[in-house]
C-alpha cells in the first residue's frame, strides 16, 4: 500500500524542485496566437452601415439590434456573455470591415453587466414619414446607392435621400389620407405600395 504513496510523494517532490508548468499570465502573456485566431468582435463605426446582417445570423444571438425610432436611432450591441467568436458575424458582414474579430480573448469581470462586457455602435435611422416604421440605415442607404451606381435614381427613397444631402427637406405635413404626392416623401414599401395603389389627386 505504501509504494502508490510514495510514487505520489516523489511527484509532488519533483514539481516542487522542478519549473512551473504554466505561465505567469496575465501577469506576463506569453501566449503567441496563430494566423486566423477568433477573439472578441469589434465594431468598426467608420464602415459599418448598420444594415443588422450580424445579428440576424449570430447563432447563440449575441447581438442585439435596438432601434428607437423616435430618436431616429439604431443601435447593434455584442454581448461578450454570449458570444462565442465564431465568425459568422465577420463573414456576413455586407461591406467585410463592418465588424471583425480582434486577437484579444481575455474578459476576467466580476459584473456581467459592466460596460466591458458589451460592444456597441450607433447608426440615424430613417422611419416612414406616414406611418413610422423603419426603413433603414443613413449609412445602409449610402452604401445601396453606391452598389447600384446609376440605378438607385430609380429608386424614390434613394432618389430623395441623395437630394436632401444638398437641400434639407422640412418635415412632410400630415395628411387625412395617402394622395399621390406622398410619392416624394421618405416612405416605406408598405406604403408605396398604398401610394400607387390609391393613386389619389
Known amino acids: 500500500m505504501w509504494l502508490p504513496k510514495m510514487r505520489e510523494l516523489k511527484e509532488a ?13 496575465p501577469l506576463k502573456e506569453e501566449v503567441d496566437l496563430p494566423d486566423g485566431f477568433r477573439g472578441k468582435p469589434r465594431y468598426d463605426a467608420d464602415t459599418c452601415v448598420g444594415c443588422g446582417t450580424c445579428a440576424q445570423v449570430c447563432p447563440p444571438g449575441a447581438i442585439d439590434l435596438i432601434d428607437e425610432p423616435e430618436k431616429g436611432m439604431r443601435t447593434l450591441r455584442v454581448d461578450y456573455n454570449r458570444c462565442m467568436n465564431c465568425g459568422q458575424c465577420e463573414e456576413k458582414c455586407i461591406t467585410g470591415t463592418g465588424i471583425t474579430l480582434t486577437r484579444e480573448y481575455v474578459l476576467v469581470l466580476t459584473d456581467k453587466s459592466a460596460a466591458e462586457a458589451f460592444e456597441a455602435v450607433q447608426k440615424p435611422l430613417l422611419v416612414c414619414e406616414i406611418c ?51 410619392q416624394i416623401k421618405m416612405v416605406c414599401a408598405r406604403c408605396r405600395y398604398r401610394v400607387v395603389v390609391a393613386d389619389e389627386f
Open 132 to 182: 413610422g416604421a423603419v426603413i433603414g440605415c443613413n449609412d445602409h442607404l449610402a452604401w445601396i446607392k453606391t452598389r447600384l451606381g446609376a440605378k438607385a435614381y430609380a429608386h424614390p427613397n434613394l432618389l430623395l435621400w441623395t437630394q436632401e444631402q444638398f437641400v434639407p427637406a422640412g418635415p412632410a405635413e400630415t395628411k387625412s389620407r395617402i394622395r399621390r404626392e406622398d
Open 13 to 25: 517532490f519533483g514539481s516542487f524542485f522542478s519549473a512551473p508548468y504554466t505561465t505567469r499570465f
